[in-house]
């Protein structure tokens, strides 16, 4: 008798609040940003300024905080409870397209003709997702510092070669003035692996997979380049040049402001922050280990659910907010790269001459997505312990031979992800 | 003669059924899904229809050989030495790669020990989930002793008449209060390596001589330190069933032991001791199982590392399952979890039985 | 001689609160310095762990910290969400559970052995390794509200509350306890004819004083603090989150480390003001279940 009177009062709470009804057919949208002020701002902005524009849809927003919101969204998708609109980490995407939890955007190819190659989620030939920015990666590196050690500065057309590097690397170690000469982000073991050191590899001339057809690892994570990458990885931290896995995310955040690290390998959303404290920051291109420089790309992106009653409202939605005052807006406020070359005219740091107009520069030469395959989710996690554990002093062959194992074990479990 | 005094079937299924149609509902069921999902190949999130696939996964979780390597001899049959002077041997991998042994493919290095001139080498399937169980089992082996005796120590500081010690069995049973997360986090600062607290601390108090630690970035002390914080945390909750079995004790037999002489540790040993046998089978009992749990204090600190040396049971299956989509993976390892604890109690309950 | 023995007597209290005191500080300098460092900004904060100062509130304090993370998060609603589904849970699950363990213990029933041990046997699943399964039955489960039957779960209150009702643990402390309760009395009840409810609300009730506040403590600490996985998954609006869910609002590519212990000594102020308020009765009760066994 007690549970029915509770349960009652329960549910006439859950009817109070959730009780809605409007003319407009309703669009849920879910966004990774919660806790995060001025994201939440634009994104608000950007929803009611459709709902004003238009009088068909209104977009209802729903922020989730980013560190749980991949399992947010698959417990739905389970659950058969997904939003119209979602907002997914590029590399995530095949995965929820392959899997049948979105369906591809209704969106002109004209209208996004402009926009940089990583911002474009595409999947089996089709536009699943499009983002409103993207992010680039440089080496962090103060003028006088370079100027003090007698190291050249190395530009997108010369950078530095891998011997280069690490002559730097060595100069600034033995200087002695810094607690350690490179901060790689180690304390951080999500995406950020893969992101940020998967385009290193790359640059070996390896690879996390086989991208001619996405149906092994072998001999692109375990071949010559990517020993020779792995033993490369290891002598980093064995020789003291960075700090390791339980480096404190506090260090990571304040060491190259304070000058503990001479170099840092950092994206481009903490450049405004830094230029704040470090007059003379540079922002230096990714050095080439002997195959090209590169960097990783492809950032948050809006896409439509399979499930949504109503893919021409939600391509409508993005549509509009693919307008370049959002782009812009947003690259102002987190200080994201624009996805057009208008917009980047329309920001302060990425206009030409903008503090951050290398970052443009960077993600048009260098950036290369990561592997676009379903089972990249299962892919970066691997990748993500196999270098956590050599950073650590585990045998590189071997750790490299049981991440292939394990990536083409998976991948014969999900009978090759419908490559 | 009681026995038809309390007979009722109607009324006692009608008291018992409301709470073991919820138990069934949400706890059995579910287990009986995963244990479903462990016998086939079912993923998280897939187009791909799920497909029954026997024990196969547990055989891929399970699967462990001994391999015999050989030193390497020279041409003129010479054992070869590395550098340091160790015989030198052929790489594992030239043999679970090898097409010409098949049936080590895909298999790693687990251990390995000496055994004359010949290594032997312990390979498995799934090194990580080996570590796991080994850690899991190093953990409850552990903390069961560290925190129900920690526990019983502090019982013993508490037990004693003074003024204000209510106040300090209050400080002692808060952290108690606190969520494991937060504890967890917290513990970070605490552990970290260059700026810690336990670092600076500890170096103050030898006057520099210590050298600091980079205890959870360190493979010998990452488990270790997990251990003393969680044993820290529950100390307090485990104190007070400890103070409650010593109020039972009778004050006459302490004042008997004191007239016969006998010395503190003969008291505890002779008269304390039995009278907490009681106590003892519930603390143990309910530590080992909150041991074999063990997964967020993982999931905040180390998540698993460093070289899985704080990999768990728990933590592997919620990685496998939710990470790496790997639903049919996860389950197989909470399947057997459920086996070992399950046998791992009834042995408890038959050592631990009432002698009658 | 009199004398000697007083100063020895004194100086061994001494000695005794030393170690008590030594002992105290070991289990609160974790917590002092939560408390301590949601006073300071950031970069202080992260300063101060190389020195003692961290467990001093000293240099630029202020309560910027608790104002910011009112601003970044409704922890208003995230903690009236914990503490109403805390409370609803712990009241309902007493009730069940504890009519169940009456009718395993005082009552005759074919199939009661059976029954407790699988019950008991359910103590050792783990949350974490059944959270699927469970996200796939809640997501299907009818309800019947005012606007007739509605499918699936997720998304309310009693998501986070009914599958959290029933645990062995409770019913395995009630069953201990109602061991070692008297059976004369329940006897004595029964042959002046009074009901089996009328036995446990007249008899049982009223002598299960501790074991009652042990399992109120136990449950609600569990649903206050560990509602972490399953909110997530089941819970997709902001209005229904829980404080554990909550803390995921400070993680962003810069942790904020003061609002973060500004939270996180915000969410622990109610738990520990219960404790404090009910300290009494709660070591008391805790204890009096220990001596079963």
Not at chain 1, 73 to 79: E, F, P, R
Not at chain 1, 125 to 149: F, N, P, Q, T, V
Not at chain 1, 291 to 305: D, E, K, L, R, Y
Not at chain 3, 86 to 91: A, E, F, L, Q
Request: aromatic letters at 12%; proline letters at 4%; charged letters at 15%.
């Amino acid at each position: 008798m007690k549970l029915r009177k509770t349960s009652v009062a329960v549910l006439f709470v859950t009817t109070l609040l959730s009780g809605t009804a409007f003319a407009q057919t309703n669009l849920s949208l879910w966004y990774h940003g919660a806790g995060n002020e001025v994201e939440s701002k634009i994104i608000n902005q950007i929803v009611s300024d459709f709902n004003a524009s238009q009088s068909d849809w209104n977009v209802v927003l729903e922020s989730f905080p980013q560190t749980s919101y991949n399992d947010s969204v698959v417990a739905a998708a389970l659950a058969n409870n997904l939003p119209d609109i979602i907002d997914v980490d590029g590399p995530i995407m095949p995965n929820w397209a392959w899997s049948g939890y979105m369906q591809p955007l209704q969106i002109d190819e004209a209208k996004i003709g402009k926009f940089l190659p990583g911002t474009k989620g595409i999947w089996d030939g089709k536009l699943y997702s499009i983002g409103l920015w993207d992010a680039a990666i440089a080496l962090y590196a103060r003028k006088s510092d370079l100027e003090e050690l007698g190291l050249r500065t190395p530009t997108l057309d010369k950078p530095w070669t891998k011997d280069e590097f690490m002559g730097a690397l060595e100069k600034a170690k033995a200087s002695g003035k810094y607690k350690y000469a490179l901060d790689l982000g180690m304390n951080d073991q999500g995406e950020w692996y893969p992101y940020a050191y998967s385009p290193f590899l790359q640059s070996f001339g390896g690879d996390i997979i086989d991208r001619s057809g996405y149906k092994t690892a072998e001999g692109a994570l375990n071949g010559e380049a990517a020993l020779a990458f792995g033993e490369w990885w290891q002598s980093l931290f064995a020789n003291g040049y960075a700090p390791g896995t339980s480096e404190s995310p506090a260090d990571q955040q304040n060491g190259f402001i304070d000058g503990s690290f001479a170099f840092q390998w950092n994206g481009n959303w903490r450049a405004v922050a830094t230029m704040a404290e470090v007059d003379d920051v540079v922002f230096l291109p990714a050095p080439d280990f002997g195959n090209g420089p590169t960097i990783g790309a492809g950032s948050w992106q809006f896409g439509v659910a399979a499930t949504s009653k109503h893919p021409d409202g939600a391509s409508a939605f993005i549509e509009f907010a693919l307008q370049d005052k959002y782009l812009a807006a947003f690259s102002d406020g987190i200080g994201l790269i624009p996805s057009t070359a208008a917009a980047a005219q329309m920001t302060k740091n990425y206009k030409d001459g903008g503090s951050l107009a290398v970052f443009y520069g960077l993600s048009n030469a260098q950036a290369k997505i990561r592997p676009v395959t379903p089972g990249y989710v299962v892919q970066s996690k691997v990748f993500t312990k196999a270098m956590a554990d050599i950073a650590n002093g585990a045998d590189v062959a071997d750790t490299l031979d049981a991440a292939v194992d394990e990536i083409n074990a998976d991948i014969e479990k999900n009978s090759g992800y419908g490559h | 003669m009681a026995s038809k005094l309390t007979r009722s079937n109607g009324v006692g299924w009608a008291f018992a059924i409301p709470a073991f149609f919820l138990l069934v509902v949400f706890i059995i069921l579910p287990f009986f899904f995963a244990f479903w999902f462990s016998l086939t190949n079912q993923r998280l999130i897939s187009p791909n229809p799920t497909e029954f696939v026997g024990l196969q996964n547990y055989e891929n979780l399970l699967g462990v050989a001994v391999i015999t390597l050989e030193p390497e001899r020279d041409a003129d049959n010479q054992i070869v030495h590395d550098s340091e002077g160790n015989i030198a041997y052929p790489r594992v991998r030239t043999i679970t790669r090898s097409p010409d042994f098949p049936h080590y493919k895909g298999m790693r290095e687990w251990f390995r020990w000496q055994s004359g001139d010949n290594a032997k080498v312990v390979v498995a399937k799934d090194v990580v989930f080996m570590k796991a169980l080994a850690n899991t089992m190093l953990f409850v082996l552990i903390i069961v002793p560290l925190q129900g005796g920690g526990a019983l120590g502090l019982a013993l500081l508490i037990n004693q008449k003074l003024r204000g010690i209510n106040a300090f069995r209050t400080i002692y049973f808060m952290p108690v209060v606190i969520s494991i997360v937060v504890i967890s986090l917290l513990w970070r600062f605490i552990y970290d390596g260059d700026d810690g607290l336990l670092n600076n601390i500890v170096s103050a108090l030898t006057l520099g001589a210590f050298k600091p630690i980079d205890w959870l970035g360190n493979k010998d002390t990452a488990l270790g330190s997990i251990i003393v914080m969680s044993a820290w945390q529950a100390m307090g909750f485990h104190m007070v069933i400890w103070l409650s079995g010593l109020q039972t004790i009778p004050g006459t037999l302490y004042e008997v032991a004191a007239i016969e002489g006998s010395s503190r540790w003969q008291t505890f040993r002779y008269v304390t001791w039995p009278g907490l046998r009681n106590t003892a089978v519930l603390v143990l009992i309910v530590i080992t199982m909150q041991a074999f749990a063990l997964f967020s204090q993982i999931d905040v600190m180390t998540k698993g590392g460093p070289l899985d040396s704080t990999q768990t049971l728990v933590f592997q299956a919620v990685q496998r399952g939710y990470g790496k989509q790997d639903i049919s993976g996860g389950s197989v390892i909470s399947v057997i979890l459920f086996f070992i604890v399950l046998s791992i109690s009834l042995v408890q309950r038959y050592l631990t039985r009432e002698k009658r | 001689m009199a004398l000697v023995s007083e100063q020895n007597r004194g100086l061994r209290l001494l000695s005794r609160y030393l170690v008590l005191a030594l002992v105290a500080l070991v289990f609160l300098f974790p917590l002092v310095f939560m408390v301590v460092s949601s006073f300071k900004p950031d970069s202080q904060l992260l300063a101060d762990t190389s020195s003692f100062r961290a467990f001093l509130p000293v240099g630029d304090i202020s309560l910027d910290n608790y104002v910011a993370a009112f601003k970044r998060a409704p922890i208003g609603q995230f903690m009236l969400n914990s503490i109403g589904v805390t409370v609803i849970t712990v009241i309902v699950s007493i009730a069940i559970c504890s009519v169940a363990a009456f009718s395993f213990v005082f009552l005759n029933w074919t199939g009661r052995n059976i029954l407790l041990s699988v019950i008991l046997a359910t103590l050792i699943i783990p949350f974490e390794t059944i959270a699927v399964p469970l996200l796939l039955i809640v997501s299907r489960l009818p309800w019947v509200g005012m606007e007739g039957i509605e499918w699936g779960w997720l998304n309310t209150y009693r998501v986070q509350i009914i599958p959290w009702i029933v645990d062995a643990l409770t019913i395995f402390l009630f069953v201990q306890y109602f061991k070692d309760l008297p059976r004369e009395l329940i006897e004595a009840a029964r042959v002046e004819g009074a009901s089996w409810m009328s036995i446990y609300r007249r008899v049982v009730m009223p002598l299960s004083g501790p074991v009652l506040a042990t399992a109120a403590i136990l449950k609600s600490l569990k649903m206050y603090n560990e509602q972490y996985l399953w909110p997530l998954i089941v819970v997709q609006d902001e209005a229904h989150r829980p404080i554990m869910v909550g803390l995921g609002y400070f993680f962003q590519l810069d942790v904020a480390w003061g609002e973060l212990m500004a939270y996180l000594t915000l969410i622990s102020v109610p738990v520990l003001a219960f404790y404090l308020l009910m300290q009494r009765a709660f070591i008391a009760s805790i204890a009096s279940t220990g001596v079963k066994g």
